[in-house]
Structures are given as C-alpha cells and as structure tokens.
Nanobody, 115 residues
C-alpha cells in the first residue's frame, strides 16, 4: 500500500507562484517514478510532470519553462514548483505513482489562478 497526500494549493493571481507537495508513505522508495496530473472542471485528467528515480524530469508542453518538479528522498516528498501561473492552470492537482503493479493517487489539492 502507498499513501499520497498533496498540499500547497490555494488561490493566486495570474503571474504568481505556488509550490505543491506530495508526501508519500508506505511501500515506496526513491526509485519510484512520481507524477503530477491535473484536472479542471469538465476536462479530462491531464498529465503535467514526471520525475524518475534517477531524477530525470519531463513536462507537458504547456508548463515547460514555468513548472519545476523535484524530490526530497529523505522526506519521501515530491514537489511541483509552479511559476508564472496562468488562469488556465486552474485545476485540482494530483500526485500519482505505481508500486508493485498498482497505481496510487492522492486526493488532490486545488489550485485557482485568478486574472
């Protein structure tokens, strides 16, 4: 079993920044690839960013150059630093990982970007 708990969401003006955290516990370690997804009302869930166990990072084109993903293995925590936020970044942001063939999701944290 793996538990993922996101935090750090909130309301921010366009152009501002937020840092999201995803604290992981259970059967997980530094080798696990960790992902961030987001889901806006009425939209499908969208992949946002990935960090692998060897610290390779990947981003959806719409956030490249604005978002950074990192991890602190000592704390079993993954971060999503979001800069120059846009109104279209408004969504529930969810953390995801896989362990022993199962996919795990956090409950999500709301990010609202106002114009």
């Amino acid at each position: 079993q793996v538990q993922l708990v996101e935090s750090g969401g909130g309301l921010v003006q366009a152009g501002g920044s937020l840092r999201l955290s995803c604290a992981a516990s259970g059967n997980i370690n530094s080798a696990n690839t960790m992902d961030w997804y987001r889901q806006a009302p009425g939209n499908q869930r969208e992949w946002v960013a990935t960090i692998t166990g060897n610290l390779r990072t990947y981003f959806v084109d719409s956030v490249k150059g604005r978002f950074t993903i990192s991890r602190d293995n000592a704390k079993n925590t993954v971060y999503l630093e979001m800069d120059r936020l846009k109104t279209e970044d408004t969504a529930v942001y969810l953390c995801r990982t896989e362990s022993l063939g199962r996919v795990y999701w956090g409950q999500g944290t709301q990010v609202t970007v106002s114009s």
